[in-house]
């Protein structure tokens, strides 16, 4: 069997668990609602606005100056009207034909359901009120049978996988459009912070050291970075030095060396590093040395030695530098009995 399968195998085999775990534990925490104990915003309507409208009106987001991510934004947002659906401009845009070019999600974002608009409606029209007990309100007979159909999961809580004060601002809008435009996948980390991710698997092959630019003006707010595979070398290795606020970032399958590792050595915020299938070595591994909050570190296919890995790992205790597959060493067999 080819080595690729063997690596790849285990790995699909553990995507497919943590897939399978992970819809288990969804399950299990999904329940029906209880309309005399849960409220109307936090158990139906938050559900609604969080998987269909918060990635581009919530914390790190706000297009048309609209956030809906919490009940403070909600009130000041001029989309609402409490008491008046007529004058409630969300509710306008949800309805729209599905083809008018001002709807609301936009095309190419998941779309609400019937019963979804019913539910914002019924909300809004019942004072968009954030305490309200779903029993406390008046709840007609159409509302009630989607409110008994319907399940409720608290929401996930995300671990962050850094440790960063959350910036005072959101992203420029301008810059991320401009690194969106550029075909990078860019988006909110996770609902409740303004930090973002940024990853160039749709454009890859025609990435290039000038694009890099495109990040700086996020640097405060960029802390995951994928450019696997793309067409980036040392050329961009300043503009790389500049994004100090990354703590994950993929460099694998390009054509970097050690002139930009010298440039990384300044990413003192960096817990995670991959290099596999690049052109760096021993002395590259030098300037990583004071990067005392890398956990994981991947040099497989590279110039790097396991002397170097050996002192880059004296100088940062704990860290796990992966180093790929080796083959076995032969073992003497045992010289056989003379007879």
């Known amino acids: 069997m080819p080595l690729q399968n063997l690596i790849l195998r285990p790995l699909a085999c553990s995507m497919l668990l943590l897939i399978f775990s992970t819809s288990v534990t969804l399950a299990e925490e999904k329940r029906k609602l209880d309309p005399e104990k849960d409220k109307i915003y936090e158990h139906v309507i938050k559900p609604i606005l969080s998987s269909n409208c918060t990635t581009c009106h919530g914390s790190s987001k706000a297009k048309g100056k609209i956030r809906l991510h919490n009940p403070e934004e909600i009130k000041k947002s001029e989309s609402v009207v409490a008491g008046d659906i007529d004058e409630s ?8 034909p599905e083809d008018d070019e001002e709807v609301m999600p936009p095309e190419g974002k998941k779309r609400l359901s019937e019963e979804q608009k019913k539910m914002l409606s ?14 406390e ?3 007609p007979d159409d509302i ?6 319907m399940d409720y999961a608290p929401p996930r809580e995300i671990k962050k996988a850094f440790n960063l004060p959350e910036p005072p601002q959101p992203a420029n809008d301008a810059a991320v459009t401009a690194i969106g435009k550029a075909g ?19 454009v890859a092959k ?23 595979r793309s067409g980036i070398s040392d050329q961009a290795a300043a503009d790389l030095g500049q994004l100090s606020k990354l703590t994950k970032l993929h460099l694998e399958n390009t054509v970097i060396s050690d002139k930009t590792l010298q440039e990384i050595g300044k990413l003192e915020n ?21 990067l005392k909050k890398l956990k994981k570190l991947y040099v497989w296919q ?9 002192k880059l790992k004296g100088a940062i205790p704990g860290l796990y530098v992966n180093t790929g597959w080796q083959v076995p060493k032969k073992e003497d067999k045992p010289e056989e009995p003379k007879n």
């Open 206 to 228: 025609s990435f290039n050291d000038a694009q890099v630019k495109l990040l700086v003006p996020v640097k405060d707010h960029l802390t995951w970075l994928d450019l696997s």
């Open 122 to 135: 019924w909300w809004i029209a019942e004072g968009a009120n954030f305490d309200k007990k779903i029993s």
């Open 302 to 310: 590279t110039g790097v030695t396991q002397a170097g890995v050996d």
């Open 144 to 149: 009630g049978a989607i409110i008994a159909a």
């Open 184 to 202: 990078i996948l860019v988006m909110q980390l996770a609902q409740d912070t303004k930090y973002l991710s940024a990853n160039v698997i749709n």
């Open 89 to 96: 401009v969300m509710i306008e845009r949800i309805m729209l």
């Open 137 to 139: 309100a008046n709840v």
């Open 270 to 290: 960096l817990e995670y590093l991959n290099l596999y299938a690049t052109k760096v070595t021993d002395v590259g591994l030098e300037n990583l040395k004071n």
